[in-house]
Each structure stands twice: as C-alpha cells, then as structure tokens.
C-alpha cells in the first residue's frame, strides 16, 4: 500500500511535468495551429540557460529564475515574430516540420553558444537534498515545488483566461481567427502573447523537470516531449484541462506500470522492461483514441459542408 | 503493381460510359505505354532522366575514382526514400490522411526480410515479396480503425503506434539476443553497390511509372476527390472508406518494399526503423517536395537524403575570407535552416516551382514572347 501511494506521488509529479508541456502545446495549436514539436527544445534551452547564469555569474537562484522567466518571453516573442508569423498562413502539415527545422537550428546555436552542456552536467538548485518523510512516504521538497507551481500556474491561467480582458481576446482568437479580428481583438499582438505565455510555461517545466533530475543536457527534453504530445492529444488538442489531465494520467500510468509490471515476466519475456512499459501506454493511448476520437475532454469536431 | 489492374483488366461494370473514344486503347497496357508521355516534353524529360540516372554509375567513377563505389552506395540510398516519400504522398498527398505510421511497415518490411532469408533459408525475393504482403496486412489492421481518427489526433496516434512497433522489434532483437537483426545471406550480386544502384533504380522506375498511371485511374481521381471534399465525393457515389483503406494498403506495401531493401542496403535490420525521426522523415520529404506530386516525392527524398552528403563534402573548417567556420559541428543546424528557409519560401514544396514555371511559360508564349 506505501509502495502504491509512493508510486502514485511519483506518478503525479512527472504527471504534472507532461501536463505542463502538453499545456503549452495546445495553447499555441488552439491560436495559431502550430503543432509545436521544437517545444521541447525551446524548454531545454531555457533550463540550460539557467544553468549558464546559475554557475558563470554565480546568480542567487530566484534571481535566476525571474532571469530566465524574461529570457523565455522574449525567446517566445523572437519565435513568434521571427518563425510563426512568416509559416501562418502555410498548411498544418508544413507548419509541424517547420517546427521540427526549427529545434535542429535551436539545438545547434545553443551548442555553439555553450559547448559545456553539449554533456551532461549537474543542475544545482536549493532544493536538493530536502525531504519529508509523511507516514513511511518520501517526499522531496522537488516533488513539493512541482505540485505547488503546477496547481498554482494551472489557477492563474484560469484566471487569466475566463476573467481577464487579454484572456477573453485570447479565447476569441482561438475559436474564430477571422471573427475576433472583426470584433477588433488586436490579433498580432495575441499571437505574441501566446507564444511568449507558452515559452514561459515551457521554462517553467524545463527548470521543473532540470531540479527534478538535477542532471541536464541541451537535449534532456526530447524523450519527455513525445510523451507530452500524446497527453495533449489524449486530453484533446483543443482543451487546456484536458491537456493537464491527459498528462497526470500518462505520468500515472507510467509509474504505476513500472510497479505492477516489476520483476515479473511471461514465459521468456521480461516484462519490466521499459520497452513493454511504453508499448502498453501506446496500446492504451491509442485505444482510447478510437473510443473518443477527440481526446478524453476534446470537443467533436464539427464538420461543415 | 496496382496500375496493371486497374489500367490493364477490363473497368468495372459500374464505370459509366467514357465520352472519350480513345480511352478503350489508353486502357490498355500497350496503350498506356505509347501514350505514356503525353508531349513533345514528357518523351525529352523521362528517358533523359532515366539515362542520366543509368549514365550516373560512370560519371561517378570518374568523379571518385576508386572511392567511386562508396559515394554510390550513398546515393542508392535516396532511391529507397523515394519509395518511401511516395507511399508517404499517396496517404498524405492524395488521399488526405495525415497518418505518420509509414516508418512502422518501414521497419516491419525490413525484419520480414531478414527473417525469411535468414531464418527461414527462403531466396531473396520471396522474401521481399512477402515482406510486402506482412505490409498489405498490417496497412489494412491499422487503416480500419484509422479511419475513426482524423487530424492532428491521426497524426500523433499514428507516431505512437511506431513507437510501439519499435519497441516491439527492439524486443525481438533482444529476446533473440541480438543488436540488430543482420542480412546474412543476400544474394551476391546485391552486395556489389554498381548493381544494388541498379536493382533500386529499376524498382524506383517501375514504381513510379505504375504510380502515375494508379493516380490517373479511377482509384487516383477517388482519393483526390476524397481529398478535396469528402462529402462531395461520397455524394457522387465514391466509395470513401474502401478508397481510405487502399490508400493505407498501397502506402504500406511501398513502405513495406522501401524497408526490405533499406534492410539489403545497410545489410541489417535495425529497430531504429520504426522510430518517430524515421516517420518525420519520410513527412518531411512530401512536405519540402510538394504534396500531391510525384515529382515532389522525388525532389523532397533527395533533398532530405542528398543535403546532408552535401553538407558533410564542405571543407572543415570553411573558409570565407577572414572568417573561419568549423562547419562539421554545424551540419544538422544549416540543414535545419535550409529546410526552414525553404518551408518559409515555398509552402506548398518544390513541385509548386514546377507548376509555377510552366505557367510562367504558357503566359509567355500567349503574350508572343513580349515580357
């Protein structure tokens, strides 16, 4: 039972990890219909930034932080400006592999610029080393921190997003491009917005997800964000809850079938492997998929003729 | 393959009656081929293609000398991609469906083959042919239920299921206890990289001649109509789902071909086949080359194949002027840049250059030659 409710906490915060990265993939597919595969990247290079100014200029860690926030919603309005403005009016298929261009570039100028992390390296924060041990379970004050800003971020963005004259806008660019420019919704200036807001969700998971580890690389991310796009997708590319849910339940899944599937196997074959673990997550995604083709909180795509 | 049937066997008893005369002799396999370049251009461009191609063996060997047969091995290679990049299209191109599952029959193709010739001591082309018919099969289990899915949520469930495939011959390979599964008894003449180049070169040619006439028949104009509206197509009596899952068989059979003789190519079968990069490749391809083209298949396979050999010939370091570039450490990112700058420039792929070209022209020769 302990090693469930571990698993389970365990299961969460990696869970809230995927929601976070999945929350930034739909926000930028629901306004501007990219799907965003250099996401990944564009969060190493935040979290790899933070690295730089942790140890070259030995900044306090806040300090840091708040750094590489700003950091990431320029890089955000820089990509908006200077990669998705000139493909927005390229079909959906050419916009992804622009994307995919787009993180090749990324990963090379990050390389240039710092050689150091081209290995992996440690990421210092002052949360490691601390826990609590609450009834026999452990509880690092990392998985705290992922919680805490996971609901916190998850509140404010509601906030901003049902109460707030920019979120409305917002909303409106989303449902109908041409309408909310007809209602005088400054469109441009939202696309800007989004990217800059999913950039900064994309630090916030990257530097999440680096103290989490507390080892990093330029490419830490790339085998996270496969796992992030199938909980947006499970959720429903259209959804901002369902992306979070979509992300907690491949985190659960992951955990909890690392557990059960422990040590045993079937006949020759071995099934902790973590081959099986993410075949069975695929199995069960794509399962789901054709039960609800729009994701578990996705609405029906309407078709018109 | 699927040309000579539907171009070769009599039309179907629903096929309304043609109001072309000539059509009863272009149905005909003979007819086909008469008429297969339909202009004074189509019979310069396609056999001067095919003879540069065939000429490309010599030319190399004058170029690389003895390292000649190397630098071909790596060109062979883009001859697979266009196989490859052209089942990509009939799915995505023609027949509207964004699936990324091509690298799965990409890699089951290759094991297929390693697995008869080698395991079970059948001859190479049975092996090949069955490892296209394993595709068949596979396209048809996952076409079915694909056709519930649609949209970015094909797309990515699609990208899953080759990740599950991959994981699924990596499993194999290590239950067998193996790093990859190697092509041990190929024929000999297939190891020796002039006649390899050729073998592909053949294969590639009759693919896509039978493609071209497979797009131009009934089942071509389906998927293009299925493409364009769906709903106008069902209306005008197309048979949607069973031209989607052909779609789906067709494409994975090609992939299934490319795979197999990717296997011979490298002399192994690995699971990195069936890996996410592998699919965005092949994505990639039709994307920079143009959807809904042969020609775009064939443009976006080389570029996606060629660019980086090209890359990798520069100097290191370059040298341009005062300013020294170690360009080795840089490869992927200018092929990155490249490939962005032309999804920026051109959208709609390569093969819009073409349309476009010959637009300019006829506009040109309307206006009797006058700017």
């Known amino acids: 039972m302990l090693a469930f409710l571990q698993v389970t906490l365990a299961g969460l915060v ?86 995919l261009a787009l993180a090749l570039v990324l990963q090379t100028i990050a390389q240039q610029i710092w050689p150091q992390l081209a290995s992996p390296v440690h990421f210092p924060t002052p949360f490691e080393g601390h826990a609590a041990h609450i009834g026999g379970i452990f509880f690092s004050l990392a998985d705290a921190t992922v919680l805490i800003v996971t ?46 807001l999913s950039a900064l969700i994309a630090a916030l998971a990257g530097v999440l997800l680096a103290s989490e580890q507390t080892i990093i690389d330029i490419q830490f991310m790339d085998p996270v964000l496969l ?8 959720g429903g590319l259209d959804s901002l809850p369902g992306a979070l849910v979509g992300g907690l339940l491949i985190g659960l899944a992951d955990n909890l079938l690392a557990l059960v599937l422990a040590g ?33 909180l996705g609405r029906a795509v309407l078709r018109r003729v | 393959m699927d040309a000579q049937k539907t171009s070769g066997g009599q039309p179907p008893a629903e096929t309304p009656p043609s109001d072309e005369p000539a059509s009863v002799l272009r149905a005909t396999w003979l007819g086909a081929l008469w008429r297969y370049p339909r202009t004074a251009r189509g019979w310069l461009v396609v056999p001067g293609a095919l003879a540069l191609f065939a000429l490309l063996p010599a030319i190399y060997d004058q170029l690389f000398g003895f390292s000649s047969g190397f ?32 690298a799965a ?71 067998a206890g193996r790093q990859s599964y190697d092509l041990n008894t190929l024929p000999m003449f297939l190891t020796d990289d002039h006649a390899l ?49 052909l779609a789906f068989v067709v494409s994975a059979v090609l992939t299934g071909l490319s795979g197999a003789l990717y296997a011979t190519w490298a002399s192994t079968a690995t699971s990195s086949m069936s890996s996410p990069d592998q699919t965005i490749a092949f994505l990639t391809m039709i994307v920079i080359g143009g959807l809904g083209s042969i020609a775009g298949s ?36 200018v092929y990155g840049l490249l490939l962005l700058l032309a999804l920026i420039f051109f959208p709609a792929g390569f093969s819009s250059l073409i349309e476009r070209g010959r637009t300019m022209g006829r506009q040109l020769v309307q206006r009797g030659g006058q700017p």
């Not at chain 2, 991609?81 to 023609?94: D, S």
């Not at chain 2, 040619?205 to 293009?224: E, K, N, P, Q, T």
């Open chain 1, 151 to 196: 609901i916190l971020l998850m509140v404010t963005l509601n906030f901003f997003l049902t109460r707030t004259k920019l979120g409305i806008a917002m909303r409106a660019t989303a449902d109908g491009l041409s309408a909310a420019r007809l209602m005088g919704v400054p469109v441009g200036r939202i696309f800007l917005l989004v990217w800059s």
């Open chain 1, 14 to 99: 990696t869970g809230s990890l995927y929601g976070l990265l999945a929350l930034g993939i739909v926000l930028v597919y629901r306004t501007t219909g990219v799907l965003n595969f250099a996401y990944g990247t564009i969060a190493a290079i935040c979290a790899c930034f933070m690295y730089i100014l942790l140890t070259g200029p030995q900044l306090n860690f806040w300090l840091a932080l708040v750094i590489t926030l700003l950091f990431a919603l320029l890089l955000g309005m820089i990509l908006e400006r200077g990669f998705a403005r000139p493909v927005l009016e390229a079909p959906v298929f050419t916009k992804a592999i622009a994307t």
């Open chain 2, 71 to 102: 630098e071909l091995h790596r060109v062979t290679l883009i001859g697979i991609f266009v196989l490859a990049a052209m089942a990509q299209n009939v799915l995505t191109g023609y027949a509207a469906q964004p699936s990324l599952g091509n």
């Open chain 1, 227 to 234: 796992l992030a796009f199938v909980g947006a997708v499970l």
């Open chain 2, 298 to 333: 064939v443009l976006g396979a080389v570029f996606v194949g060629f660019l980086p050999l090209l890359l990798g010939q520069l100097p290191s370091p370059l040298i341009l002027g005062p300013v020294q570039i170690q360009i080795s450490t840089l490869t992927t990112g």
């Open chain 2, 197 to 245: 180049y050729f073998t592909v070169l053949a294969i590639v040619s009759i693919v896509l001649f039978a493609m071209y006439h497979l797009l131009r028949s009934r089942v071509g104009r389906a998927w293009i109509a299925i493409r364009d509206s769906e709903s106008a197509a069902a209306a005008f009596g197309v048979y949607v789902t069973r031209y989607k899952l």
């Open chain 1, 264 to 296: 045993r196997s079937i006949g020759a074959l071995n099934v902790s492997d973590p081959a099986i673990r993410e075949a069975v997550i695929f199995g069960g995604f794509i399962l789901v998929l054709l039960l609800r083709p729009q994701g578990l």
């Open chain 2, 105 to 175: 029959f990409f890699g089951v193709g290759g094991y297929m083959l390693a697995w008869l010739t080698n395991d079970l001591n059948q001859p190479y082309w049975v092996g090949i042919a069955v490892a296209m018919l394993v595709s068949a099969v596979l396209g048809v289990i996952v076409g079915g239920p694909a056709l519930r899915i649609s949209g970015a949520y094909l797309a990515i469930a699609t990208l899953g299921l080759v990740f599950l495939t991959g994981s699924l011959l990596n499993l194999w390979d290590t239950t």
